[in-house]
């Protein structure tokens, strides 16, 4: 069993940078692929990067390449995306998943634990 607890959101405008924190319970935190998933009013949730268990390999959604890194740190059980030239459209809770698995990792259906997310809010 694992929880995950995400903060580090807030009100910024665009430009801002924010960097979410996703702090896991647990000794086994190495052993999980995590990933930041968000969801804006009225839309689905979608993927925004991961990052896998195995070769710490990462992965982005076109939409925030190049603005948005995520990083774990094992020793802290903690996994982070750092947000930076943030975008009205960026907007959403953003939630952070764990999953035992290294493959598909774009995809919400292969993680086990979910966080209660944080809202990010970009104004223009």
């Known amino acids: 069993q694992v929880q995950l607890v995400e903060s580090g959101g807030g009100l910024v405008q665009a430009g801002d940078s924010l960097r979410l924190s996703c702090a896991a319970s647990?000794?086994?935190?190495?052993?999980?692929?995590m990933g930041w998933f968000r969801q804006a009013p009225g839309k689905e949730r979608e993927f925004v990067a991961a990052?896998?268990?195995?070769?710490?390999?990462?992965f982005y959604a076109d939409s925030v390449k190049g603005r948005f890194t995520i990083s774990r740190d094992n020793a802290k059980n903690t996994v982070y995306l750092q947000m930076n030239s943030l975008k009205p459209e960026d907007t959403a809770v953003y939630y952070c998943?764990?999953?035992?698995?290294?493959?598909?990792?774009?995809?919400?259906?292969?993680?086990?634990?979910w966080g209660q997310g944080t809202q990010v809010t970009v104004s223009s």
């Open positions: 990052i896998s268990r195995s070769d710490g390999s990462t």
């Open positions: 998943a764990a999953t035992g698995i290294s493959y598909w990792l774009i995809r919400p259906g292969v993680y086990n634990y």
């Open positions: 647990g000794r086994t935190f190495s052993s999980y692929s």
